[in-house]
């Protein structure tokens, strides 16, 4: 089976050969189930435009600048141009089978996400969500990450599948910050607009890593706010930060090497509750130990597949905190978190199979 994979989210960072890189949306949800076919035996493109000849047949761009063509099936994400829909039809009587991908509840962003201005119908009537939503009603199925985003799919279209993010655990290692007694909590990305899921650690983990001698490390930070420990709280401490700037796909798990203790905090919003359990994947393919927000997605994470430590309050956050004070209980859930990971998620083991049977039924 030929299979082109079409992603307009890219990064602005470059890989070895001076290409453009993945964004993390694209990585996991595009590059990742891209590899599992392509293990697979199928012939499979990632590219970052699409083209559509006189036939109707999608045409794909990959960033060498290279155009292929000869797909049986178009998987398409985050593309919301007026023409979609027209274009999606198109294909389909041509015989290509279209799938749209979606990792993010789009109609759920908040009005202080930049996204949400940024397809919105007034400001960009090109480009906006109701296209998006036309284009998903238009395509043979749905593919999405979470059973939240399932739910409101299927209000569009009737052929959705949950396929769950995976994880290479061949691009991870383990970090060699849990051989240090000292605890180092972490967080992993782009503060943007999430301050509203950082501060709801304000007033627990500063005086918390205060009194144990503990530090703090953001992966990921821009220009603009070096680092995310303000809107942690942690301005209002002595307690040291450090922190790296945003890094290519590629060189990602470089941040999970600098801490022991990795932190997933997130309000209580409908956006967040579509999110999926992949920042978890990251942090136990490190072999690290994580608390998280109690999301569905973490909640199924914890409770269904054992990885991971919920926090619904502030007190519940203290205590799992407080459980991670010592070298050797960090290393052993962190233990624990990979070899979970490795059994369910990872693109090698059984959690390729989903995916390989969905495609299979696009044959």
């Known amino acids: 089976m030929n299979v082109m994979f079409m992603s307009t989210d890219w990064s602005v960072f470059a890989d070895e050969k001076g290409l453009i890189t993945p964004g993390g949306s694209n990585h996991y949800r595009m590059a990742l189930p891209a590899r599992m076919l392509e293990a697979a035996g199928h012939r499979v493109l990632l590219g970052h435009k699409l083209w559509q000849d006189r036939s109707g047949e999608f045409i794909l761009e990959t960033p060498d600048g290279e155009r292929h063509g000869g797909f ?15 274009c999606i039809a198109r294909a389909r009587a041509h015989g290509q089978r279209v799938v749209y991908d979606i990792d993010d509840w789009w109609d759920g962003i908040a009005t202080s996400n930049g996204a949400f201005w940024g397809t919105h119908p007034k400001i960009n009537p090109g480009s906006n969500r109701n296209h998006l939503r036309k284009a998903l009603a238009a395509v043979d199925a749905v593919t999405v990450s979470t059973e939240f985003l399932a739910e409101r799919m299927r209000r569009l279209n009737p052929n959705v599948a949950v396929l769950r993010n995976t994880i290479d655990l061949r691009d991870w290692t383990r970090s060699p910050a849990l051989d240090r007694d000292q605890v180092i909590a972490g967080w992993v990305g782009h503060v943007g607009t999430r301050s509203s899921d950082l501060e709801i650690l304000k007033g627990i983990l500063g005086p918390w890593l205060d009194s ?70 990251e942090y136990s393919a490190a072999r690290l130990p994580f608390i998280a927000s109690a999301t569905p997605s973490y909640e199924y994470l914890s409770n269904e597949i054992g990885a991971g430590v919920l926090a619904r309050k502030g007190k519940h956050w203290l205590n799992a905190l407080e459980r991670f004070r010592e070298p050797e209980a960090r290393r052993e859930a962190g233990e624990h978190n990979r070899a979970l990971v490795e059994q369910h998620y990872d693109v090698s083991g059984p959690a390729r199979l989903p995916y390989l049977e969905f495609y299979g039924t696009l044959r």
Do not use: C
């Open 212 to 281: 144990v001698g503990g530090s703090f490390f953001h992966g990921g930070a821009n220009s603009e706010e070096h680092s995310a420990g303000p809107r942690f709280g942690l301005d209002k401490t002595e307690v040291p930060s450090s922190w790296m700037p945003m890094q290519p796909i590629h060189l990602y798990p470089r941040f999970f090497r600098r801490f022991n203790l990795g932190l997933v905090p997130l309000s209580t919003i409908p956006f967040n509750e579509a999110k999926s359990e992949v920042k978890g994947l």
């Open 72 to 86: 049986d099936v178009v998987v398409i994400q985050r593309w919301m141009d007026v023409s979609a829909p027209a």
